[in-house]
């Protein structure tokens, strides 16, 4: 059964204390590993895709990398501006399915 | 780029009527559009997806009489929540993608629905 499990499900940083969030997958016929910024009251906010193993993102503070079975999303210095829900989505073969997301909260 | 509207933004309406939300891409086309819904500090729920021109493909446990989804150009899907009930009540999010260009879907900013 495909699957998606982000952890942890709340990460509470200082500011400029780097982390990582990860997305453990299973999924039959992977088209791409997504991930999204969503703040309270908002639609997510598109971030990277990922393709294949090995593959990296890098967008500002925020960089995405992609193994055959995870998925992990590097904050390095993070800044109170960082912080909202970070969410991962698999495209299968057939269906997208999203994770439970990761609350991350930075403190000034 | 990929910028997805929704309107209205917030609602509010008495049970028992119904009420329309849209969902516009704004710089391109959306071969596929879907709307999720979600309940506070859980994540996404698809409810549909809906190919331009087609009938929508409804997830297990949505009532398509409920829940009716128009896809009637690459722009622009509408749902309509009828007979509205305060169960109703959540977050309503569209989404958009071309998939012309890859697997990447594009979200609308939400629209709360309050059934009172």
């Known amino acids: 059964e495909d699957q998606v499990t982000q952890s942890p499900e709340a990460l509470r940083l200082q500011e400029g204390e780097s982390s990582s969030l990860n997305c453990s997958y299973t999924v039959s016929g992977l088209r791409g590993l997504f991930w999204y910024r969503q703040d309270p009251g908002k639609g997510p906010e598109f971030l990277f895709t990922?393709?294949?193993a090995g593959e990296e993102k890098e967008k500002e503070r925020l960089k995405a990398t992609l193994t055959k079975k995870e998925s992990f999303l590097h904050i390095t210095a993070p800044k109170p501006e960082d912080s909202a829900t970070y969410l991962c989505?698999?495209?299968?073969?057939?269906?997208?399915?999203f994770g439970s997301g990761t609350r991350l909260s930075i403190r000034p | 780029g990929a910028v997805v509207s929704q309107h209205p933004s917030w609602v509010i309406c008495k049970s028992g009527t119904s009420v329309k939300i849209e969902c516009r891409s704004l710089d391109f086309q959306a071969t596929t559009m879907f709307w999720y819904r979600q309940f506070p500090k859980q994540s996404l729920m698809l409810m549909a997806t809906?190919?331009?021109?087609?009938?929508?493909?409804?997830e297990q446990g949505v009532e398509k009489d409920k829940f009716l989804i128009n896809h009637a150009s690459l722009t622009l899907s509408t749902l309509t929540v009828t007979s509205a009930h305060p169960e109703d009540s959540s977050f309503y999010i569209c989404s958009a993608r071309d998939a012309t260009s890859g697997f990447e879907q594009y979200f609308g900013p939400g629209t709360r629905l309050t059934v009172t």
């Open positions: 809906s190919n331009e021109g087609s009938k929508a493909t409804y």
């Open positions: 990922l393709y294949s």
């Open positions: 989505a698999v495209q299968g073969a057939s269906k997208i399915i």
